[in-house]
């Protein structure tokens, strides 16, 4: 895999294969001689595979040329570009200031500030992020039954400034319930200095997917309005409102 910081590594596997799993490279192999594409697709080993990948990056930014499952066995991977196996890779790119441009400079394209679609008002006072926690991936279809990182965070939870937690009366454990203007979710109120007053965290690793118990989908409360280039929805920046479970 390679690492946001250009840098490539090796995961070999630790166990056999059980009963009739294959490897990926042999299941997408596979698939595409049955579609009748045999010639570019004959590789025993993910090795193989991984040579294939390294001739399309020759000569480009990218290239690990110089890159070999042994070298990466034995050290840290090297920072990509990796032209060749003397190589020590490349900590630091456009140390010569020419860039992949006509004209050899680089493109700076600021972009005008725009302000959120929804923003805290008498209804919806506080402002909801949600994100992801050390413990588990995604939507815990993997984390979620692995005992030893499920167990440290088994449930959803809400995070809650203390001045803000004070001022609603909300004490640490008790269940909570946060409402948008698309749905609501449950969870038990975690009162913490982590997040600023009138703002508050929910993972989102909690769903219908494994699921603990209802209303635990944090993505019903997210802003479904999307950023015009990265199309990214709105998980930073969500107005909601919070109340105790006895008070509904």
Excluded at 61 to 68: E, L
Aim: proline share 6%; hydrophobic share 30%.
């Amino acid at each position: 895999f390679i690492s946001s910081e250009r840098r490539i590594e090796l995961v070999d596997k630790i166990i056999e294969s059980y009963g009739n799993v294959k490897p990926d490279h042999e299941i997408i192999c596979r698939i595409a001689q049955a579609m009748g594409f045999e010639k570019g697709f004959q590789f025993d080993t993910s090795e193989e595979v991984f040579g294939e990948l390294k001739k399309i990056t020759k000569g480009r930014i990218c290239d690990m040329s110089g890159v070999t499952y042994e070298r990466l066995r034995n050290k840290v991977g090297p920072q990509l570009p990796c032209p060749d196996v003397e190589h020590p890779g490349t900590k630091r790119l456009f140390t010569d200031r020419q860039f992949p441009r006509p004209d050899g400079r680089a493109a700076l394209l600021p972009r005008e500030y725009n302000s959120p679609s929804e923003t805290p008002d008498e209804e919806y006072p506080y402002i909801l992020i949600t994100g992801k926690l050390q413990w588990h991936f995604n939507t815990r279809t993997r984390t979620g039954r692995v005992s030893s990182l499920d167990s440290k965070e088994p449930d959803n939870f809400v995070e809650i400034n203390t001045v803000t937690a004070t001022q609603l009366g909300i004490v640490d454990g008790e269940e909570v319930e946060v409402t948008s203007r698309r749905g609501t979710v449950r969870g038990a109120a975690r009162i913490t200095d982590c997040v600023l007053p009138n703002t508050i965290f929910i993972p989102m690793h909690f769903g219908n997917a494994l699921k603990v118990s209802d209303g635990r989908l944090a993505n019903l409360l997210t802003n479904q309005v999307c950023d015009l280039h990265s199309k990214q929805p709105g998980y930073k920046y969500s107005v909601v409102k919070i109340s105790k479970i006895d008070q509904i």
